[in-house]
């Protein structure tokens, strides 16, 4: 990681530089993939220590602040901000690139399956609508059509049947 230091109404020792790279070196796992570039920014106000770190990382930048009596203890706030943003983040990219694709989305692959010449070929007559209905409606319905069978939601059970006329001129009840 790239660190740039800056004081304003103080000068930047290595001791301050230390401290600061010592921290950065732990969370340094978090920032993994893209390099990252830190700016600290350090002053002093009328007895208080301020510290401001920016980091670009990606495509973002993580921003804290930290005022306190001790310059040690404001940077160590200010790192530990810092480490909870990159978290979150690191979090973010996680859970974006593990989600789930729509469907839509995803085509299947394109096959082209040829029916053999000498087999049977499958060839699709008409749709059927599928109606709640019971076995008895079914049966009347089954009266005037051509087919001799009649695709149903059966209403009592919300399953699937099918009602057909037999040779033996009954009718057949084939449930899901």
């Known amino acids: 990681m790239k660190l740039e230091f800056t004081g304003r109404h103080m000068d930047v020792t290595p001791a301050l530089k230390s401290h600061v790279e010592a921290h950065f070196e732990r969370i340094d796992a978090l920032f993994q993939g893209k390099p990252a570039s830190a700016h600290v920014i350090i002053e002093v106000e009328r ?5 401001e770190i920016n ?3 990606r495509n973002e930048v993580l921003t804290a602040t930290s005022d306190d009596s001790d310059m040690y ?9 810092i480490e909870k943003q990159a ?14 694709k729509k469907a839509a989305t995803i085509r299947p692959k394109e096959t082209t399956v040829e029916p053999e010449s000498n087999g049977p070929q499958i060839i699709i007559e008409s749709k059927y609508s599928i109606k709640p209905m019971t076995p008895e409606e079914a049966v009347l319905m089954l009266k005037g059509d051509k087919d ?10 919300g ?5 057909r006329k037999r040779p033996d001129g009954n009718y057949g009840l084939i449930q899901t």
Do not use: T
């Open 47 to 51: 007895g208080r220590h301020r510290s």
């Open 55 to 57: 980091v670009k990382w």
């Open 73 to 81: 203890k404001s940077l160590s706030m200010s790192i530990d901000k």
């Open 87 to 100: 978290r979150r983040l690191k979090d973010k990219i996680i859970q974006k690139s593990h989600k789930a």
């Open 148 to 157: 001799g069978f009649l695709l149903f939601r059966d209403a009592e059970s």
């Open 159 to 163: 399953g699937v049947s099918l009602v």
